[in-house]
């Protein structure tokens, strides 16, 4: 019968569609629910959960943080938090701050920041 091999490029390409899946499938998981040791002592104007939490790792300009090894966007709307204050500025923001926040993700899975709370340190469970 019909010997049929498979070429190199074609073996390639079936390995990126199976990548791209796997990639994909992962985007498609629920939000990762909080991983705080405590809430206890915050402000009243924390919630008792976040959609995320994790520890600011770079500042990529003014409105660009990577958190926990993903890249998040802030916005002019965007709301922040300390315990020190209810409403804070982008500043406030710096590497090593652990926080808590409420994001959105669109069709090129460019990630948005639309509230973000900045926590007292050895509050977040590293990841």
Same mark, same amino acid.
């Given at each position: 019968?019909?010997?049929? !091999?498979?070429?190199?490029?074609?073996?390639? #390409?079936? $390995?990126?569609?199976? =990548?791209?899946?796997?990639? /994909? %499938?992962?985007?498609?998981?629920?939000?990762?629910?909080?991983?705080?040791?405590?809430?206890?002592?915050?402000?009243?104007?924390?919630?008792?959960?976040?959609?995320?939490?994790?520890? !600011?790792?770079?500042?990529?300009?003014?409105? #660009?943080? $990577?958190?926990?090894? =993903?890249?998040?966007?802030? /916005? %002019?709307?965007?709301?922040?938090?300390?315990?020190?204050?209810?409403?804070?500025?982008?500043?406030?923001?710096?590497?090593?701050?652990?926080?808590?926040?409420?994001?959105?993700?669109?069709?090129?899975?460019?990630?948005?920041?639309?509230?973000?709370?900045?926590?007292?340190?050895?509050?977040?469970?590293?990841?």
């Amino acid at each position: 019968m019909f010997k049929k !091999i498979i070429t190199k490029t074609q073996l390639q #390409t079936v $390995v990126w569609m199976l =990548l791209c899946l796997v990639a /994909t %499938a992962s985007l498609a998981s629920p939000p990762q629910r909080s991983a705080l040791r405590s809430t206890e002592g915050l402000p009243e104007y924390y919630p008792a959960n976040y959609q995320k939490t994790g520890i !600011i790792r770079d500042v990529l300009g003014s409105d #660009t943080f $990577v958190i926990s090894g =993903l890249k998040y966007q802030l /916005t %002019a709307d965007t709301k922040i938090h300390t315990t020190n204050n209810q409403f804070s500025s982008r500043w406030a923001l710096k590497n090593g701050e652990e926080v808590g926040f409420s994001f959105s993700t669109d069709a090129a899975n460019n990630r948005t920041i639309s509230e973000i709370w900045v926590f007292p340190k050895g509050r977040v469970v590293s990841h």
